[in-house]
């Protein structure tokens, strides 16, 4: 399914899944390693955005408080790349010195 924005794949699916598994740190459930399985997708900027199974979820829910707070309007930035286009955190939402764990491609 494709999500209207990424506020509702949010409520939609990575709320519960976060609530229904507290001790996981990504969608996945895994400890580490890549997983390029899709496992959400939503509209943002015009364009489908696919999500891979290792993001976690604290830069998810961090991307989604600010937008609910009012603390930024759009909490992604587009980076291109030679193969394809990926969602960033703006600046202000990364955490300084720490892989951004968040793996959204379009």
């Not at 924005?5 to 598994?21: I, M």
């Not at 976690?56 to 600010?66: S, W």
């Not at 603390?71 to 990926?86: L, M």
Request: aromatic share 12%.
């Amino acid at each position: 399914m494709i999500h209207n924005s990424f506020r509702d794949w949010v409520v939609a699916d990575v709320l519960p899944l976060r609530e229904k598994n507290p001790k996981w740190h990504r969608l996945d459930g895994e400890p580490g390693g890549g997983n390029r399985n899709v496992v959400g997708k939503f509209r943002h900027a015009n364009r489908v955005w696919v999500v891979h199974g290792d993001t976690r979820f604290d830069p998810i829910v961090r991307a989604y408080e600010a937008m609910n707070s009012g603390t930024v309007e759009d909490p992604f930035t587009i980076r291109h790349a030679k193969v394809r286009d990926c969602l960033d955190l703006v600046p202000q939402l990364k955490v300084p010195k720490q892989p951004k764990y968040f793996y959204v491609y379009g």
